[in-house]
């Protein structure tokens, strides 16, 4: 997404990652946020957080958004770090851009339950567990147990539950 202004630097943005252009109007963020899984707006980060923040509902609803300046000097993970704006700044990267990564996971070599959850194919159960985990991922290695049925589990708040979709079993 981007002013008219910056069409051609959105159209290079957009053949990298492969993604579609839509210029701005007022009022597009409100039409187009829950149509995307990712937005990439090459606007001042102002902007961007002025528009989106009456949309904002929690990381497991809202999109992936990353603002790029529009000179291609900074891409930013503004907003679904654990969501797809991490990896998209990183595939923006590639064309010279500086990432900007502020998930605390991420920036301390750590995983988190997102991404394990990812790797390994599963959905998290229980999202409202990955705050307290992800926290606890920061300071130290957290076991990850695999438990075959029939069982019954009984967790706490800070314990999060993976699960493989049926489709994949």
């Given at each position: 997404m981007t002013f008219e202004r910056n069409l051609d630097v959105a159209n290079k943005l957009a053949d990298h990652i492969d993604a579609d252009v839509i210029i701005y109007k007022k009022g597009i963020f409100e039409e187009i946020f829950k149509d995307y899984q990712a937005l990439v707006a090459v606007f001042a980060t102002g902007i961007v957080v002025r528009e989106i923040a009456p949309l904002v509902v929690d990381k497991w609803e809202d999109p992936a958004v990353v603002v790029v300046d529009s000179n291609l000097n900074f891409a930013i993970s503004l907003l679904g770090g654990h969501h797809g704006a991490n990896e998209l700044v990183r595939k923006i990267s590639e064309m010279g851009v500086v990432p900007v990564i502020t998930t605390a996971t991420e920036v301390h070599n750590r995983n988190s339950v997102e991404g394990i959850a990812a790797k390994l194919g599963y959905d998290i159960v229980n999202k409202e567990s990955t705050r307290?985990?992800?926290?606890?991922?920061?300071?130290?290695?957290?076991?990850?147990?695999?438990?075959?049925?029939?069982?019954?589990?009984?967790?706490?708040?800070?314990?999060?539950?993976?699960?493989?979709?049926?489709?994949?079993?």
């Open positions: 307290d985990v992800n926290c606890a991922l920061l300071d130290q290695d957290v076991e990850v147990l695999e438990i075959k049925g029939p069982k019954i589990v009984i967790v706490e708040n800070d314990v999060s539950v993976l699960k493989k979709e049926k489709a994949d079993q």
